[in-house]
Every structure is written in C-alpha cells, then in structure tokens.
DNA sequence: ACGCATGTTGTAACCGGTTACATGACCTAG
DNA sequence: CTAGGTCATGTAACCGGTTACAACATGCGT
C-alpha cells in the first residue's frame, strides 16, 4: 500500500486538500472542526508529508549541498562538522557528494545538486576558475573554500596559507634549524602550492636551504618522504609537512629510525586536526570546524536575503607550538 | 532572470518537451536533428535539470538519509566516512540529519527526509524501540544500526558490545589487573548500557571487583573522571572506558597525575577510532567506517529490489593490544 | 430588508520534470 | 494502391504538495 497523500487525507478527513494544507502548515484561518478533522486522519493514515513536493512548489528546500573533494583524515571530518553545526543549528539538512576524481565529476554533482538545495558550499582545491564557474548551476548561490582566483564572483572563505607557512618558516629559523625539508602536498592542489610557495619563499629570504619532498596529504606519504630521505643518506634538521596527517607520518618514521624529536628533527604539521594536539604536534591552528561553519552562515544569510559584503575572507591562522618543536612543552 | 526549465529548452529547441527529456536521458528514440538542437539550446540556455522535480515524478531520490544523533567525535565521522564511500560508490548522495536533543527531535528529523530520499539509515542508541517505530515514515526503507531489540522488524547492523566488552575483562584480568575502574558511557545510550553490563558481568564472575563512574563519551569525562577518583584517593591499576574518546582523557589525566601506563595502571578503549593507533591505546577495533558501509550497502540492496534477509547482522569486534596495556609493544 | 466586512472553504493552476498514448510520416509487402 | 509496420514527435496527465482566487455563510449596521 503506498504513501498516503494529501488527498487521502482530505478525502478522509471530508474537506479539501487546501484545508488538509493549512492544518498542516498551521495556518490560522481554519475552524477548530476542520483542524480537528484533519488531525485525526492524518494520525489514522499515519501520513507524512513528501518534502520533496513540498520543495517543488515553494522553490525551497531547506537543504545545503556540500561537495568535498574527498572524504579523507580529519580535515573533511572537521569541516563538515563544523557545517553541520551550523545548518542544524539554523533549521538546515546537509546534502554530501565528494568528488574523487577529476572536474568532469565535480560538475556533475553539482548539477545533481540542483533543485534539491537552495545554496552550495564547495571545497574544491583542486578545480581552476573557469573550471569552478561553469559547474555551478546558474541560479544557485554559492560560497566557496579555499579556491584560486576570484571563482566566478562567488564569495568565499578562505585560509592564509601563506602567513601560516611563513610562521612555520620562522619558527624553525628561530629554532636555528638550518636544513629543512618540506613535504607538499598533492600537485595541483591550490592550498599545498600556497603553502609551498610562501615557505621556500621565507626561508630564502632567511637563505636557509629546503628541500621539497612531494606527497598527497596522506599520513603514509609522510612517512614514505622520509623513509626516503634517510634511505638516501640525506640529513636534516627540519621537517615542515603541509598537512598534518603527513606530519604524523613523518613522526613515525623518525621515531622507527631513532631520530629523536624535537632534538634531532623539529616537525610541523598543518591544519591542527585534533589528532595534532593528542601527538604533541607544533602546527598551524586552523580552526577547521569554524571555516566550515562560518562559510556555512555566509551562505544562510545569503538564502535568507542579508546582504553578504561579497568576496573572499580571510582567515589567518596561528602557530601552536607543541613538543614535536619544543622540548620543553609537555609531551602529549 | 529565473533558471531555465525544460520549456525554456523546448521552445528553444522548437521541439517538444518530450524531446527534450529524450535527450537529456538518453533515449534512442531521437532523431539526430533534434538531438542536435536540444543539446545547442541546453548549452546556449545553461540549463541544468532540476533534480527536485525529476525525484518528483521517478519517485526516486538517488539520495540516502542519515539520521545521526550527534556529530561529535570521530566515531561518527568514521562512520559517515564509511557511508560516503560507498553511497558515492553507488551513485548515492547522503543527506545528513544530527539530532541533538530528545525522541520528538529525532522523529521529525525522520519525517522531514520523507520525499527527499530513498531510504534511511539511523544510528539512534539512545532512542527506544517504540520511539523508533513510529518515527520512520511507513513507506521508507530503513537500516538501523546498533538499536534494542527488533525494533519494528528493520532490518539493522549491530556490533556485539558485549563480545568486546568481554575481551577487554579477559585481557586485564590475564595482566593481573585486580581493581578495576569502568567509565561507562552516557545514560541511556543502548551502547554504553551493554558494554558496562557485559564487562560487569564478565569481571564478576572471576570475582574481580569494579567500580563504575558515568561519563558521556566525550574526551573531558574521561579525564574529569580519573581526576575523580585520584582525589579521593581511590587505588586502581586498570581502566576501561567505554569509548576511545574518554580513555584518551582518561590518559591525559594519569599523566599528569604522575602514573606510569601501563605499568600503574593499564587502559583500554573502545572503537578503535584512528587516534587510538597514534596514542598507542589497547582498545576495541570496530571498524567503524565498515559498519556505516556496510549498513548503506543493505539499504541499497533492498532499495534496488533485491533479496535482503532481514534481521540483525552482528559485527563481532577485536581487541587490539597496543601500549596502554602491553609495555612491549611499540609505544606509537 | 439590504449592502458590506469577515471568516472559512473549495477549485484549479502551478512548481518542473517524465511518459503513456495518439498522431502522422514514411516504408514495405501484397 | 492499400494495409500494416516502424519511427520520431507532440499532447497532456501525472507525481504531491501550495496558494490565488472565487464562492459562500455569517453577522453587523442602517
């Protein structure tokens, strides 16, 4: 037996379905009778109205689209908390697609997206500009994370990445480390070249020597890059990765060789996942939950009509300094 | 400028709605003539289905709903993680829903996702079988995970709280461990209700004695209750908490408490949440991710029309040893 | 008694897609 | 030449809600 409708309802409750409607959505121009009525057969039928018609007819939906890149280490975990926050917080439901592969499929989540939620929030580091703007459905409003560029006139929320490496940068130096490896993050991805850039940049303006290690964000690349260094006879003093998961990966690979951090090897991770403070990690604090919430907010102010000032924030993050830099901070 | 509809295509096109739709979803039936018109207009007009009204008339979402009590902590990460994987695996978006607070909240959370997705998957530990029953509009599919009893002949994914629980009886008493603290997780909460009545159980029985605090399976409760207990000068050389949140605080507590782990005092956690490998804790390795997979993975072998066998599947978990109980093994 | 304001109710159009069915063009076999 | 089949296309109903508008009842003042 299928769904009731409204119209069993109010073939049951023997009034109209615009009554059976204003009942529902507590409108107040209804007798108590007819409320009466359609209460009871709504109860007997055991009905529940179909949002999704619902949505269809108030060109609403309640509902924010998120598209991740991928759904992997803390970081993803973070954001959408910190989204999920605030749209349940703001009478909001989330709706989720991560995107592995390439901008092909971005786009077509996107457009899946459309007329299923009234605004998007997207997290995409890895898509160009002209990729970002011909994705998003026209009349969608959205507001970005971290993108290169101006991304189609959309606002968004972005990290500093260059003032968190240039903290890390100075850190070491003050630390009077003198041979540094950095390990980036994935190619082509806008938040690892930012990072990238501004630390070697910093440190030559110091003319402190690095060494650029590429890996993908993922705890064993960490690892793996120094595995690899040390295999190759390299020595080092400073290990700067651009996530924290590859930090925790390089970690373990120093402990598993017997170099001792911070004596031997000072480490910095960044994004501060939780994982970092459990670790000891001197990282650059992010405040992840927060990004994703404050994007979030932007849009819902956007979708309730406020006026946004438009463009890109700003976020800029601090350096926390824990014991894989200072031996004198409690470890762990 | 309002978005374009399948009319504004057709009129453009000068063909037929039916057309149009025809070549949107990739009928046969068209000519190359026609073919070639629409998908000009569609380019030229920037349209983009409108996926609310699509679902309207298929009667199918292509979207899963997921009910969460609350988003904290990595247990629900891992296990959202775990959903998305395999809903994007599918062809599946995940619509997200956290329900805060009590049973009423929980219910319209489920009603508010009638019409909007195909089928439902809900982690409610702290809802009754009643409670559950009438939440879950009749006519949605539903996979419960880790609820009491039938509840209302869903089929469901459980893990075997008391299999773990027992394992981690064995394990401390075969270190010798004679007296015993159990942090038992949050009242109410189906989860922490077994794991502490097995474990209970399971220590009674070898006439070890232990004693129970409450906390709410936040990491600050673990902590606050070791804190507890060493102000009042209780002794004890082993603790379980009931998820790997509280033994972490529970950890940081003896720590600065002085006490050497594991040879004070031994630690096991529950989960096995991705932390608990870098923190080197003894816990209880659910695989979190596999069970929200797992869970998605019915829901959509029912959805799609095949043979599910109903009832409730048990995921017998492992302990796994590590530092916080083994001085040899590899501390992180 | 009438006109008019007020309040409740119902009818039907609409949101933006899909699709059953009808139509008509064209081809082929008898 | 006609009957029947194939194929591309269009018309309109439908999915399940909301709501503008019309219709009607009621009560009031005059």
Same mark, same amino acid.
């Given at each position: 037996?299928?769904?009731?409708?409204?119209?069993?309802?109010?073939?049951?409750?023997?009034?109209?379905?615009?009554?059976?409607?204003?009942?529902?959505?507590?409108?107040?121009?209804?007798?108590?009778?007819?409320?009466?009525?359609?209460?009871?057969?709504?109860?007997?039928?055991?009905?529940?109205?179909?949002?999704?018609?619902?949505?269809?007819?108030?060109?609403?939906?309640?509902?924010?689209?998120?598209?991740?890149?991928?759904?992997?280490?803390?970081?993803?975990?973070?954001?959408?908390?910190?989204?999920?926050?605030?749209?349940?917080?703001?009478?909001?439901?989330?709706?989720?697609?991560?995107?592995?592969?390439?901008?092909?499929?971005?786009?077509?989540?996107?457009?899946?997206?459309?007329?299923?939620?009234?605004?998007?929030?997207?997290?995409?580091?890895?898509? +160009?500009?002209?990729?970002?703007?011909?994705?998003?459905?026209?009349?969608?409003?959205?507001?970005?994370?971290?993108?290169?560029?101006?991304?189609?006139?959309?606002?968004? *929320?972005?990290?500093?990445?260059?003032?968190?490496?240039?903290?890390?940068?100075?850190?070491?130096?003050?630390?009077?480390?003198?041979?540094?490896?950095?390990?980036?993050?994935?190619?082509?991805?806008?938040?690892?070249?930012?990072?990238?850039?501004?630390?070697?940049?910093?440190?030559?303006?110091?003319?402190?020597?690095?060494? *650029?290690?590429?890996?993908?964000?993922?705890?064993?690349?960490?690892?793996?890059?120094?595995?690899?260094?040390?295999?190759?006879?390299? +020595?080092?003093?400073?290990?700067?990765?651009?996530?924290?998961?590859?930090?925790?990966?390089?970690?373990?690979?120093?402990?598993?060789?017997?170099?001792?951090?911070?004596?031997? *090897?000072?480490? *910095?991770?960044?994004?501060?996942?939780?994982?970092?403070?459990?670790?000891?990690?001197?990282?650059?604090?992010?405040?992840?939950?927060?990004?994703?919430?404050?994007?979030?907010?932007?849009?819902?102010?956007?979708?309730?009509?406020?006026?946004?000032?438009?463009?890109?924030?700003?976020?800029?993050?601090?350096?926390?300094?824990?014991?894989?830099?200072?031996?004198?901070?409690?470890?762990?």
């Amino acid at each position: 037996m299928a769904d009731a409708t409204i119209r069993d309802v109010a073939r049951r409750a023997q009034v109209s379905v615009a009554s059976v409607s204003r009942v529902l959505n507590r409108l107040d121009n209804v007798s108590e009778e007819t409320r009466a009525r359609v209460t009871e057969a709504v109860r007997e039928l055991g009905y529940v109205p179909h949002a999704g018609a619902r949505s269809l007819s108030l060109a609403r939906t309640n509902a924010i689209g998120v598209v991740l890149p991928d759904f992997h280490g803390e970081f993803f975990s973070e954001i959408v908390r910190g989204m999920d926050r605030e749209a349940s917080r703001r009478g909001y439901m989330l709706l989720l697609s991560n995107v592995h592969a390439g901008s092909e499929q971005s786009a077509n989540a996107m457009r899946a997206m459309r007329g299923r939620v009234d605004g998007l929030v997207i997290l995409a580091p890895h898509l +160009s500009e002209d990729e970002l703007a011909d994705a998003v459905p026209r009349g969608t409003p959205a507001v970005l994370i971290n993108t290169r560029g101006d991304a189609g006139g959309h606002p968004g *929320v972005r990290l500093d990445n260059a003032a968190g490496a240039e903290a890390v940068a100075d850190h070491l130096a003050s630390l009077g480390r003198t041979r540094i490896v950095h390990i980036a993050g994935a190619a082509g991805n806008i938040d690892a070249q930012q990072r990238a850039d501004a630390f070697l940049a910093a440190l030559q303006r110091r003319g402190i020597a690095v060494q *650029v290690i590429e890996g993908d964000f993922l705890e064993e690349s960490g690892e793996a890059a120094i595995e690899a260094l040390l295999k190759a006879g390299e +020595s080092f003093d400073g290990v700067f990765a651009a996530n924290d998961m590859m930090a925790s990966g390089a970690l373990q690979a120093l402990n598993r060789a017997g170099l001792r951090v911070p004596e031997d *090897v000072a480490v *910095v991770g960044f994004d501060d996942v939780p994982l970092a403070r459990h670790i000891g990690l001197t990282t650059v604090q992010v405040h992840i939950a927060e990004l994703g919430a404050r994007a979030l907010d932007r849009l819902i102010s956007i979708l309730e009509g406020k006026e946004d000032p438009g463009g890109q924030e700003l976020h800029k993050p601090e350096l926390v300094i824990r014991s894989t830099t200072d031996p004198k901070a409690n470890p762990r």
